[in-house]
């Protein structure tokens, strides 16, 4: 093998392929990335053998050929390099790296112990816009990180096909995400219903990787996603549990719907902040009559700190104040992730034997609720 390429485009990709490569592996091989060149295409491929990876980047193939190189040092080669091309030579068991005036060398393992890359069928597809794919996980992403360390059974997206919409889920049993997208903005040949659970890990990547303006092509089967952006190719395996029926948390009717400014939520909720100990409990006054919310945050070493937001209630079934206790984080996540001016809160009046969650959307659209349980 003899090629020469641009040592960013090269980059980018290596930093996404020591992502994948375990950082501790019974295997050696793992610590190793596959490069080979066909069709006038190099191709770079890695694997943990939860997630594979597969890149494809132009560069000048003067001689074809495949080889392995360790991922972590060759990073470190490359991020080092300082002229702009990299020309890549095979000799033996070693790959030759130069430049004009660069020359390194790195040792190579028998090319048959590297795993293959996993097959996958284009039978069953989705396409949806790249950028849209990518602002919808970001939407949803919150829950699933800290379903790791919570739920991990749960750390994944919840993907639901159905006749009209394609849902988006994600939750770490104390909040829940849901995106609802209607399905002629997609483009798919799948005719039946599909309910399938995407680990955590291949929407991390998908959302870390440098996009282009394109469309992703998702190819589902029974035990494996692939994520298709062209260039790059993202395999996983599916996770294997029965999601919960969540739509029989999301709540229907509440005892007050009120509407609120987002920036000054915002503001307080980030200035209580400053006074939040480890339990990160924010407690919330609901003031009927006045029409107010008093945020609340009492910390022994610091101080404490009480903030005033006015509302404007859109529905109300509840004559006296009440008092409720979040998550300060979560609600703030919650807060943020609303795209628009105006945010509404819709909430049940709390009692000893029935905690209801608090539902959080754009006043305007349905696409995307957070739902969030009190303390």
Not at 123 to 143: A, R, V, W
Not at 282 to 297: A, C, G, M, R, W
Request: charged share 30%; hydrophobic share 40%; proline share 4%.
């Amino acid at each position: 093998m003899k090629l020469s390429v641009l040592k960013q485009s090269l980059l980018d990709k290596l930093l996404i392929i020591n992502r994948i490569t375990p950082k501790k592996s019974d295997l050696n091989i793992l610590n190793f990335f596959k490069i080979y060149t066909k069709n006038k295409k190099i191709f770079l491929v890695s694997t943990d053998l939860e997630i594979s990876y597969q890149a494809t980047i132009i560069g000048n193939i003067k001689e074809d050929g495949e080889f392995l190189i360790p991922a972590k040092q060759f990073l470190e080669i490359i991020n080092n390099f300082y002229e702009d091309e990299v020309n890549l030579e095979t000799k033996e068991n070693n790959l030759i790296i130069r430049g004009n005036n660069i020359f390194c060398s790195l040792v190579s393992i028998s090319e048959e112990e590297f795993p293959l890359l996993p097959e996958f069928s284009n039978n069953e597809y989705i396409e949806i816009d790249s950028i849209l794919f990518e602002k919808i996980l970001e939407k949803i992403i919150n829950p699933i990180k800290t379903a790791n360390l919570i739920k991990p059974e749960f750390a994944g997206v919840y993907f639901w096909l159905d006749n009209n919409y394609l849902k988006l889920v994600s939750t770490d049993s104390i909040r829940l995400s849901e995106f609802k997208l209607k399905k002629d903005i997609i483009l798919t040949n799948i005719k039946k219903e599909i309910k399938i659970l995407i680990p955590f890990k291949i929407i991390d990547e998908f959302l870390k990787i440098r996009k282009k303006p394109i469309k992703t092509k998702i190819y589902i089967e029974e035990n494996q996603i692939t994520l298709d952006l062209e260039d790059q190719v993202l395999i996983s395996k599916l996770l294997t549990i029965d999601y919960p029926d969540y739509q029989q948390i999301i709540p229907q009717d509440f005892n007050l719907e009120i509407i609120v400014n987002k920036d000054e939520i915002l503001k307080v909720i980030k200035l209580n902040n400053v006074f939040m100990d480890k339990t990160k409990e924010l407690k919330i006054k609901f003031n009927i009559q006045e029409k107010s919310i008093d945020f609340y945050t009492k910390n022994e070493l610091i101080g404490e700190n009480i903030n005033k937001v006015f509302f404007d209630i859109n529905y109300i079934n509840i004559d006296d104040n009440f008092e409720m206790s979040f998550n300060l984080d979560f609600l703030l996540d919650g807060i943020k992730s609303i795209d628009s001016e105006k945010i509404f809160l819709g909430i049940n009046l709390p009692s000893d034997i029935n905690i209801k969650p608090i539902l959080i959307k754009s006043p305007l659209e349905d696409d995307f609720i957070y739902i969030l349980m009190p303390f």
